[in-house]
C-alpha cells in the first residue's frame, strides 16, 4: 500500500481564495496588531510570513517590535491599548517571548475577541463546550486536513501524540466536538511508554511532538490516516516532521506531508479566525 499523500497547498489555496472574498466584503479593511520578540530568529520567519499573508489578503498588520529591554509593564500597556483601540480588530503575540517575561500573564492580557491565534485561556476552554472561532490554527489546521479525506470520524480510533494546550490537547477537543461522529481520542506524548501500542490502533493518527522521526513506519495501523503536525529543522537544513514519511507513506492510506501538509493550511486557519474577531469587534 502507498497512501495518499493530502495536498495542503491545494486546500489552503481554495479556503483562502474564499476567505479573501469575505474580507473584501466587510467594507472595510481589518487591522492585525502583533506583538513581535524580534530577537528571536525563528520569530522573525513567522512574523514576514503572517505579515505576507495579511497584505495579500486586504488586512493591515501592524508590527510592534519588543525585546528582552522592553519593560513587562510596558507590553501589558500596550495590549491594554490595542485592546481598546476599535480600529484594532486582531492581535497576535508572538512566541516565544523574552525570558523574562510571565507569557502566560502577557497571552492573558490580550481581548479574548481580538485573539487571533486562540491563546487565551478563554477560547482554549470554550473549545470543549463545542465549535468555537478563534481556535489554536495548527489544530484546526490538522483535524480540518483529516476530515478533508475522511468526511465521518464516527467509530474511529484517533491518537494525538502531543499534549501541549494550543495543538494536542486542542486537537482533541476539536475532535470531540461532533457528539454523533466523534471519535475516540487518546492523548499521548514522547514519555509515554510503549508509544506503539498505541499509535498501532489509531486510524486516525495526529503527531505534534517537535521531535524528528518520532513515529516510524511500524508503529502506523495499516490504512490509517497520518496527519504530520511536527516541524524540525536538520542539522543538513532539512525541514522535516515528526514521521518518518518515507516508512509511513507505505503503511497509511492517507498522510500529510513536510513541508506542504498541515503549514499552508493553518495560515488559511489564521484567517478565518480574523474574520471571527472581526466579527466580534465590529
Not at 532539512?238 to 498541515?262: L, R, S
Request: net charge positive; hydrophobic share 40%.
Amino acid at each position: 500500500m502507498t497512501a495518499q499523500v493530502i495536498d495542503g497547498a491545494a486546500l489552503a489555496t481554495k479556503w483562502r481564495e474564499e476567505l479573501v472574498r469575505e474580507i473584501s466584503a466587510l467594507g472595510f479593511r481589518p487591522s492585525v496588531a502583533a506583538l513581535h520578540n524580534e530577537t528571536d530568529s525563528a520569530n522573525r520567519v513567522y512574523m514576514k510570513r503572517q505579515r505576507s499573508l495579511c497584505d495579500k489578503s486586504g488586512i493591515e498588520y501592524k508590527v510592534h517590535p519588543i525585546t528582552a529591554q522592553t519593560p513587562e509593564r510596558e507590553v501589558l500597556d500596550l495590549i491594554g491599548r490595542l485592546n481598546a483601540d476599535p480600529g484594532v480588530h486582531g492581535i497576535t503575540v508572538h512566541q516565544p517571548l523574552p525570558a523574562s517575561y510571565d507569557s502566560a500573564r502577557i497571552l492573558a492580557a490580550v481581548s479574548p475577541s481580538k485573539d487571533i491565534e486562540a491563546a487565551h485561556p478563554e477560547n482554549l476552554g470554550r473549545l470543549s463546550f463545542g465549535e468555537h472561532y478563534p481556535a489554536p490554527c495548527a489544530a484546526s489546521a490538522a483535524v480540518a486536513l483529516a476530515r478533508s479525506v475522511r468526511p465521518s470520524f464516527r467509530g474511529l480510533e484517533a491518537v494525538v501524540v502531543g499534549r501541549s494546550p494550543y495543538i494536542g490537547k486542542a486537537i482533541a477537543a476539536i475532535l470531540l466536538q461532533s457528539k454523533k461522529e466523534a471519535p475516540t481520542p487518546t492523548i499521548c506524548h514522547t514519555a509515554t511508554p510503549d508509544l506503539g501500542l498505541h499509535t498501532r490502533r489509531a486510524d486516525l493518527l495526529f503527531v505534534a511532538t517537535g521531535r524528528a522521526g518520532l513515529v516510524r513506519g511500524e508503529m502506523v495501523k495499516p490504512g490509517a490516516t497520518v496527519i504530520d503536525v511536527g516541524i524540525n529543522v536538520l542539522p543538513d537544513g532539512k525541514i522535516t516532521g515528526d514521521v518518518v514519511f518515507e516508512e509511513a507513506v507505505q503503511v497509511a492510506a492517507h498522510i500529510t506531508p513536510v513541508p506542504g501538509g498541515v503549514g499552508p493550511v493553518t495560515h488559511a486557519i489564521l484567517l478565518k479566525n480574523i474574520l471571527a474577531c472581526v466579527r466580534k469587534t465590529s
